[in-house]
């Protein structure tokens, strides 16, 4: 029995180890450490973080499964660089979903408790001051757990799963562009209109949230086109 117990609690820490060194490492990626390209091996990562291989492998495994990072039988992982294209294409997916379900989360909205609604207004309010701020940083930590926040409430765990696994990728994509930008206080794809979103749900007002979902990918398809107008400018003129 003391061996059977023993076992558990050892599962349970590598476990625990596993998904720690995942969302460390989902950070490091999000933060701009590790950017796309960059190629690195489960024993790099292991010697960085003190840990053994395992939880490190099994980590790196949930993240690649995850898109953001993609392996390699012979050279280990590298953190996935996505085309402005792939960009595109995501956010029109997270469109397309949204759209058939923002009734429900206008319905939804309508039997949340007050302290749940209270929970996603801060998060939306420290996300959209984030994004008027040009504080990056704050704004994906937040962004994130709104949007998570918001997902479940469709009361579908395999699409709440999907939308939140779309968002980090997109994250992944625009956190190398956006750093470049001189001044994001100034830049317009930084959407900040979570706190409109919020006051929309607590009205249950179901146009008025669709609108303010579709503005949002309207706003991320027109940041896609500039790049990729930029890109086609410095091709053709080497500026």
Known sequence: MPASGAGTRGTVNR????????????????????????EFTVKHIAESYEVSATPVREALFDLAAQGLLASDQHKGFRVREYSVAEFRGMVEARSLVVSGVHQRLAIAASDLAPDRLAVLRRRAEEAARAARAGDLDVLIGY?????????????????????????????????LHLRAELDLRAA????????????????????????????????ALGWADRLEGRAEHTERTGI
């Open 15 to 38: 476990s625990t180890l596993r998904q720690q060194l995942a969302d460390a490492l989902r950070d490091e990626v999000l933060a701009g450490r590790l950017q796309p390209g960059r």
């Open 143 to 175: 962004d994130l757990r709104f949007w998570q926040e918001l997902a479940t409430m469709i009361g579908n765990p395999h699409i709440a799963e999907f939308l939140h696994q779309l968002r980090v990728r997109c994250w992944v994509f625009s956190v």
């Open 188 to 219: 317009d794809c930084l959407w900040s209109g979570h706190e409109e979103v919020v006051a929309a749900l607590a009205r249950c007002d179901e146009e008025a949230v669709y609108e303010l979902l579709a503005a949002h990918d309207r706003t």
